[in-house]
DNA sequence: CAGCAAATTAAATGGACATTCAAAAAAATT
DNA sequence: AATTTTTTTGAATGTCCATTTAATTTGCTG
């Protein structure tokens, strides 16, 4: 006897592309964050960035702060990938890893308007939301642990002393200051000064003699 | 024959003290800012703040965008009156000066939370207003410019190779990124971390030998 | 092609908010 | 005390916005 499959019928579920439906609205939210600010940020805003009716954004997200949350867990995500790969690529001396690691944050994929100023949104309102503040924390933690690490070695083989969590820290807050520098005054900080400014900051803690 | 002097009746204008209850809107949109987040601060938790009702806004400003502008504009008023009070009293050397400046944004009166979530706030905002962005500019071009000059003194008299205007730059946004940092995670970048980071810095530039 | 389900739209709904305004209270002068 | 003005209030107003909803379109399946 012919086992009662169950056949979905009209259109399969699944058949459509959901989750690049979705990331389309998380472009969206990056360019309508980037456009009008995190405060002045709409439904409509982010639905007219996208092409879509302001209704859409139901069919796919619970709300606009679920939208919201979830664009910014993607540019977190795009931070972690993009500064893993540029410590790949740098090679095995970590003192070459840490210029890598925070050249590319003055660099694309990483330094994009949108995705900085996304950032700077996140960083500064943390305060006040639980959900970005997790964000936050569950990005830069094993970042710093990261990054004192390969300061660690790289003081360990030139017999520099440094506090290798401190320095961590400096190097991630300077380059959240940078950038929130940039963001207010691009001409005054600029990337190209900003990047410099980082890898004078770890010639200075790690003088070539 | 007796000149018509119009003579003021009730009660006389200015009599009243009128820019002292403009402060106490100040000092209410601090604290507002610092419970409820810049993006999420009304009229009507400004005047709870405050103890006033909500309609007295309005005698008082053109409205809720001019107080928050007069409030930042305050803050940045404080912050440059500390931070000079403080290298005043740090004494002639330059470096001392510096470390003077840097100690004093982690200490009172200029840390207070108050006053560091509605800087974040604005260093953050400053992208998308052009205000902002002004008063973010008129404070920190002035600031740069003494403590590049405090730089360049310094390395003079010490024989340091550095390029003062880019650790000029180094030194606010590091600032900046730190109590961005505390905003977000006060624990992990504690006051005391951040200022020792920022001597460590000085320390590192200007090496003592 | 017919029928059905998913995708999308655009208007409706309801709430939050800044601002305005008429009235009341307070303060000062005559 | 009476009068005039300032200060303050709290409700009314109108706008903006997120979300909901019914209706429409699109595309699959048989």
């Known amino acids: 006897m012919q086992e ?40 409509a805003t982010i639905c007219k960035a996208a092409g879509f009716s302001r209704g859409l954004i139901g069919h796919y997200f619970p709300g606009k702060d679920a939208l919201l949350l979830h664009a910014v867990r993607e540019v977190a995500k795009d931070f972690e990938r993009a500064t893993r790969t540029a410590a790949g690529e740098a090679g095995q001396d970590p003192l070459d ?16 308007p949108e995705r900085v100023l996304v950032w700077v949104a996140l960083a500064s309102t943390s305060h006040w939301s639980p959900e970005l503040a997790e964000i936050y924390r569950k990005l830069y933690r094993p970042y710093r642990r990261g990054l004192s690490h390969l300061i ?24 959240e200051g940078l950038w929130s520098g940039w963001a207010a005054d691009p001409k005054t900080v600029s990337a190209r000064e900003a990047e410099a400014a980082c890898h004078d900051l770890l010639d200075a803690f790690f003088p070539s003699r």
């Open 4 to 43: 009662a499959v169950k056949r979905a019928r009209g259109r399969p579920v699944g058949s459509s592309d959901q989750e690049g439906k979705r990331q389309e609205f998380v472009v969206a939210v990056m360019r309508a964050i980037a456009e009008h600010g995190y405060k002045d940020v709409t439904v």
């Open 97 to 112: 890893r840490l210029h890598a690691v925070v050249g590319a944050t003055f660099r694309k994929p990483v330094f994009t």
């Open 152 to 175: 660690k070695r790289a003081a360990d083989a030139r017999g520099v002393n440094v506090n290798p969590e401190r320095l961590a820290i400096t190097l991630t807050q300077l380059v």
